[in-house]
């Protein structure tokens, strides 16, 4: 694909002050399932260029899955009659030259794996990945489930992939990468003798296809939901609470995530307008973004403007060190850009998380998970939330319902029903109290289990 960018580079540069081409390209095999029976098999092979380009400040895009030479000058054409009816932008400097990317591109590590492309290669691949599927199934099986409890499958899903980007523009910039994925996931009920019903979900996701234990996925769907069975519920109050690092991605993907985002602060529509350096959080936290981690998610050579991708401290022992920064936010602040400029082919690059790492700043910070609410008189253990979605970005208010949490008092532990928790994600950050010692990466999100000492649950 790089010769055919660099042939349309060559059309466009003469046409235009600055032109960038992102090309992408990607197989994905999936297979959902509806109960314990395979519903659909997918194979899709997909394909795209957009096209930037910049006439006096004015900027103007056009995209197409037609990718042979005609098409795509056309395409090319398209984006400069956009520019020319554009508005003049003052804030835009110039799109990304190699001198931006002076730091360098760093070979990403744990992000390709030659057994999935195979997988994707074969002719029996559909037939390797039911049986992946086959694993997640017999592991709802491996639970040992309490007489008169019952417990069986209602979906689930397997999917593997391979992507590659390509970027070329007129500063100079060109640039590829590629990578794999495979993800699953599996959703449960169970039920007992009295007609109670309950849900359990369990997925992951990883680069490598050996790093997702299928079996564990469905034992784990299986445990969630019977050990959900029998909830009781809970009187109104503020509680220390426990949030799992599902719990920790679901609230956080729609409150704080979007909070630091650069482009939400120079719109002051985040709470941390004008607040860097200040403390915002517990001392005990810190958070770091980081597009080159191995095995990350969303771990790349580049992003997607084509600068190369770092590890950003955005909080530091509780003080906020830093925001996400494409190229023109970045220009917006007179700051290098962080290389967390997101895209597809289709859309044009906004600043964003790519491996959003929430730590301990200190080591004693650190303490095992089971171990967490082991000091309180009273707590609640949430495995995740229903309805992060309706949360506000500009303030970070939630109310959200709780799913599969575990009530604590007294040493006695009991499954918890119909309840939910409220708040803000600005003041839950202000009362991490401890962390546990079980980081996962959810999608975007690394984290652990996470202790707030003090947030409003409801009955």
């Known amino acids: 694909m790089l010769d055919l960018l660099r042939t349309a580079l060559e059309f466009a540069a003469p046409r235009c002050d600055q032109v960038e081409l992102y090309g992408e390209k990607g197989d994905v095999l999936s297979i959902e399932l509806e109960r314990d029976e395979v519903k659909t098999v997918r194979y899709v092979k997909s394909i795209g260029i957009g096209v930037r380009v910049v006439i006096a400040n004015k900027i103007g895009f056009a995209h197409t899955t037609a990718v042979k030479q005609p098409n795509l000058e056309e395409c090319v054409t398209h984006a400069i009659k956009h520019a020319r009816v554009s508005e003049y932008d003052e804030h835009f400097r110039s799109l990304p030259s190699p001198q931006i990317g002076a730091r360098g591109y760093r070979t990403p590590e744990k992000t390709f794996d030659r057994t999935i492309i195979e997988l994707l290669g074969a002719e029996s ?10 694993e997640m199934l017999a592991g709802t099986s491996a639970y040992t489930l309490k007489p008169g409890i019952e417990c069986e499958p209602t979906e689930g899903s397997f999917t593997a992939g391979y992507d590659e980007i390509f970027i070329v523009n007129s500063e100079g910039v060109e640039i590829q990468d590629s990578g794999t994925y495979a993800s699953a996931g599996m959703s449960v009920v169970a039920r007992d003798g009295l007609g109670e019903e309950t849900s359990g979900y369990e997925s992951d996701v990883s680069r490598l296809l050996n790093e997702v234990d299928f079996g564990a996925i469905g034992t784990e769907a299986v445990r969630l939901a019977a050990e959900s069975l029998g909830g009781k ?227």
């Open 125 to 134: 691949g559909s037939d390797v990945a039911m049986g992946y599927c086959k």
């Open 233 to 459: 519920a809970i009187q109104t109050k503020k509680l220390p609470v426990v949030f799992s690092p599902h719990a920790v991605q679901s609230l956080f993907a729609y409150t704080l995530i979007p909070q630091l985002s650069a482009e939400m602060v120079q719109r002051k529509q985040s709470p941390y307008y004008g607040r860097k350096g200040e403390t915002i959080a517990s001392e005990m936290l810190a958070i770091v973004d980081d597009g080159t981690m191995p095995l990350g998610v969303n771990t790349r050579k580049m992003d997607g403007e084509g600068v190369p991708t770092q590890s950003t401290t955005l909080l530091a022992k509780g003080v906020l060190t830093n925001f996400f920064y494409d190229t023109y936010t970045s220009a917006k602040d007179q700051v290098e850009s962080t290389g967390n400029a997101l895209r597809g082919f289709s859309s044009l690059p906004v600043p964003g998380p790519t491996n959003f790492i929430l730590k301990a700043a200190e080591g004693d910070a650190i303490v095992p998970t089971d171990e967490l609410l082991s000091n309180a008189k009273e707590g609640l253990f949430v495995h995740d939330v229903i309805g992060a979605h309706t949360a506000s970005r500009a303030s970070g208010d939630f109310s959200v319902v709780v799913q599969n949490a575990v009530a604590l008092k007294k040493g006695d532990s009991s499954p918890v029903k119909h309840a939910m928790i409220a708040g803000n994600s600005q003041e839950l950050l202000k009362h991490v109290e401890l962390l546990g010692d079980d980081t996962q990466q959810i999608y975007t999100v690394v984290s652990p289990s996470m202790l707030i000492s003090a947030v409003q649950v409801i009955g």
